[in-house]
């Protein structure tokens, strides 16, 4: 079945080529088109395109479908195109022709654009809630180690003292500021495009203003033409939200497995969490930081690809954004899986506490040594070379001390701040008002 079909048939060839992935990845936006439906079906009878007396039995047929499409059995039918086609199908088995109205005032390219910001609106949502998990974690971290030193590197050299605090802290700011990118991502996302139809327009007199209500998005993408264009942007603002969110991840993960390593033991992993090797019976591998490193390092290429997929193309709809449905679709589940893994694991990080006690860390603190000499009076470039001549000479032996007082710094970790930015701005998501539209429209 499809929704243009004029009684001439598509050759083989060109239809399996054409259809491509659409009908295993439109089962996932199955839902998403059932809610659209249901909020547009409402719009309809209030224009009376719709019988007062026909909307009840296309909301309990709709609801009904809706609960089905849950499940995991839910497939779209072979022959049957996708799942603006399947959905169609599914009603006039039960209703006949009545069923065939709910295509009235929409295009497939207004009812994919839909499906898409409403499927990208729920993850996000998910990303957002995992992502805060994961910053919570950080900061719990973070206060109960504060008072453990460890090494700073620059150009990978031993450089100055830092702490298990400030390193535990460092992610959770990071993953506070990729919330301020998702909530960018989200409020692009949360606009309706519901009623531009094939981008221009309809000449029925749609109410777009009430599916917007009903469908809780905070705005309307008002222009038609622009709804469309919205098509690939949406996709692109929101793949970079992914892709910052998985540079920190994977940067989180590089140091992780660094500081695991022998030759660090910064860190370790309970036994369990780690993997061995078919021929090594020592090792204990950090296989799931690396794999979530190879994850977040191919998720950072997703903006491209989108990019060079519609960075050529005028306004209007093409079927080449149908292959952004195969790359941005899978993203959120793979990173989903990453935030998961890495709370799990990083709640069971074990640190050592005795860093420090390798000679080899003494010139950590050359630079507290040359502030010391600073603060009782001495020029501070004489100090530099009064400290570099005792390392020099095999003179130096610090007090293996910090007095950091300033804010962000070893001494001042500014959690209490770092948390009320982060909460700042979950302030800022929705979640309530679009979760309470979406369950009023379904009872």
Partial sequence: MKLWEKGVSVDAAIEKFTVGKDRELDVLLAPFDILGSIAHVIMLESIGLIGREELPLLLTELKSLYQESLKPGFIIEPGVEDIHSQVELMLTRKLGDLGKKIHSGRSRNDQVLLDLKLFIRSRLETI??????????????????????????????IAMPSSFGLWFGAWAESLTDDLMILQSAWKLTNQNPLGSAAGYGSSFPLNRTLTTRL??????????????????????????????????????????????????????????????????????????????????NKLQGLPMQITLIANNLPSGYFRDLQVMKELILPAFEELEACLDIAAYALDNIRINHTILEDRKYDYLFSVEEVNKLTLKGMPFRDAYKEIGRQIAEGEFRPEKKVDHTHEGSIGNLCLGEIAAKKEEILQGFNFADVNHAITKLLH
């Avoid at 993997?275 to 190879?294: A, Q, Y």
Wanted: aromatic fraction near 8%.
């Fill in 128 to 157: 957002v809630e995992k992502t805060n998990i994961l910053a919570g974690i950080m900061l719990e971290k973070s206060e109960k180690h504060k008072d453990v030193l460890m090494p700073g590197y620059t150009h990978l050299q």
């Fill in 215 to 296: 469908l809780g998005f905070e705005h309307l993408n008002y222009n038609v033409i622009y709804a469309q264009m919205g098509r690939g942007k949406t996709e692109r603002v929101v793949s970079f939200a992914i892709s910052n969110l998985a540079a920190t991840l994977s940067k989180l993960a590089f140091d992780v497995c660094l500081y695991m390593s022998q030759n660090f033991n910064f860190v370790s992993l309970p036994d369990e969490l780690t993997t061995g090797s078919s021929i090594m019976p020592h090792k204990k591998n950090p296989d799931v930081f690396e794999l979530i490193r190879g994850h977040c």
